[in-house]
């Protein structure tokens, strides 16, 4: 990022002085930063060649993580942004991600069975804190299908997925900085696997996917198999 030490001043700032809700959305979106940071720092002096290495047909590889991450902000991004919008127009604050539109699903469970998990899963997260989801989502206990719109491209260039990275955070960034409205941290986003999710929630997710898939990069750059620089 440009000015990163400015980025993280002014919100360890808002931090410190902000009310309270705000205060959440503030320490998420500093934690977000510091684990994209991570990444970026991880990314950055791979060769292409390395970038694009893969053990196996099934793994991917550094730069198909990283194009995911990218497709992961944006899904997360959006439904940000829906709650904001009905925040600052008086409407409901519960939106409902439709299972389709996210569809993660561990490996074995066919994907036409998953609709009828729907409601039962609703249910069961309800009473599933949201440290209890994140630690799931964090730590691979088991292998999980990923989202159709979060499929990553193969072959995309490193300099332009490092510069999507800096970029998505920037937007996240931009839409949670500044004016907000007073009831911003009320609205949920109610999912069947990720329970019910507020703003600040939301970022907790993206951070704790994003540890996940530095695992995952971590692993590939132990392969004795993997390219030297």
């Known amino acids: 990022f440009q000015a990163e030490d400015g980025i993280r001043d002014k919100l360890v700032t808002g931090v410190q002085t902000c009310a309270l809700p705000i205060c959440r959305i503030a320490r998420s979106l500093d934690a977000f930063r510091n684990v994209r940071m991570e990444t970026l720092e991880t990314a950055r002096p791979l060769t292409a060649e390395q970038a694009s290495f893969r053990p196996d047909r099934e793994s991917w590889s550094l730069a198909q993580n990283l194009d995911h991450l990218i497709r992961i902000d944006g899904i997360y991004r959006e439904h940000i942004q829906k709650l904001l919008d009905l925040a600052r127009e008086g409407k409901r604050l519960t939106i409902v991600m439709p299972w389709g ?3 993660p699903r561990p490996q ?11 409601l ?16 799931f989502l964090r730590f691979p206990v088991m292998k999980a299908k990923s989202p159709k719109r979060a499929e990553p491209e193969s072959g995309r260039d490193l300099t332009e997925l490092l510069s999507g990275l800096r970029t998505s955070f920037e937007t996240t960034r931009l839409l949670l900085e500044g004016l907000l409205p007073a009831n911003a941290e009320r609205g949920a986003l109610i999912h069947a696997v990720f329970g019910r999710n507020t703003s600040p929630d939301i970022l907790g997710l993206m951070t704790t996917h994003e540890r996940r898939h530095q695992a995952q990069m971590a692993a590939l750059l132990r392969d004795p198999r993997f390219p030297k620089s």
Do not use: H
């Not at 074995?108 to 729907?118: A, G, H, K, N």
């Not at 899963?121 to 309800?126: E, I, Q, R």
């Open 120 to 135: 039962p899963f609703t249910m069961m997260n309800m009473f599933v804190p949201s440290m209890v989801r994140e630690t």
């Open 108 to 118: 074995f469970v066919p994907s036409m069975v998953m609709p009828m998990l729907e």
């Open 101 to 103: 539109e996210s569809d």
